[in-house]
T-cell receptor, first 114, second 112 residues
């Protein structure tokens, strides 16, 4: 158990819809990172939030957006869903954004887009 | 070519065998992480390395910064070690700066 939780566990949406995924970080962790993991692939970095501000972004279009709240929770929002968005979405929290800060991963949300 | 390459992609071993998983990367890094992912998705951080070697129980991780290469070793492997092992690097510059880039993972199966 890492102390990081995600909801929902599974989600099915149709193309064009919008989705919000939620993550609850460990208490005291001011940094959260979001990753997309397609089947059979390693995770890919979507973006990171540090003290409620975006602190880096991977190669994902603007329809992927996020929020981080003062209570250690965060959201990943995806608009205009596409079939290729079907994946496991992982969040990871850490004490800070440094490369030496251990990231604690949540169990993931499996999103299926039909 | 991916920035982080792992080998082998699949590895099958008998219980008790010594296992090595390799990771090569092509970008400058500030740290390298080894992660373990069990079926169902949960990821656990095993090691964070910026130089040298670390040991935790039956697991040993090494890194050679000059050669841009890291290895994860498992001594006396056990069926409960069966999982996907992922190497991830924290970029130190360029387009990789400040983000974790992951390898594809190595699927390890240890038979009793």
């Amino acid at each position: 158990e890492t102390g990081v939780t995600q909801s929902p566990t599974h989600l099915i949406k149709t193309r064009g819809q919008q989705v919000t995924l939620r993550c609850s970080s460990q208490s005291g962790h001011n940094t959260v990172s979001w990753y997309q993991q397609a089947l059979g692939q390693g995770p890919q970095f979507i973006f990171q939030y540090y003290r409620e501000e975006e602190n880096g972004r991977g190669n994902f279009p603007p329809r992927f957006s996020g929020l981080q709240f003062p209570n250690y929770s965060s959201e990943l929002n995806v608009n205009a869903l596409e079939l290729d968005d079907s994946a496991l979405y992982l969040c990871a929290s850490s004490q800070g954004p440094s490369s030496t800060d251990t990231q604690y991963f949540g169990p993931g949300t499996r999103l299926t887009v039909l | 070519k991916n920035e982080v390459e792992q080998s082998p992609q699949n590895l099958t071993a008998q219980e008790g065998e010594f296992i090595t998983i390799n990771c090569s990367y092509s970008v400058g890094i500030s740290a390298l992480h080894w992660l373990q992912q069990h079926p169902g998705g949960g990821i656990v951080s095993l090691f964070m390395l910026s130089s040298g070697k670390k040991k935790h129980g039956r697991l040993i991780a090494t890194i050679n910064i000059q050669e841009k290469h890291s290895s994860l070793h498992i001594t006396a492997s056990h069926p409960r070690d069966s999982a996907v092992y992922i190497c991830a690097v924290f970029g130190a510059g360029g387009t990789s700066y400040g983000k974790l880039t992951f390898g594809q993972g190595t699927i390890l199966t240890v038979h009793p």
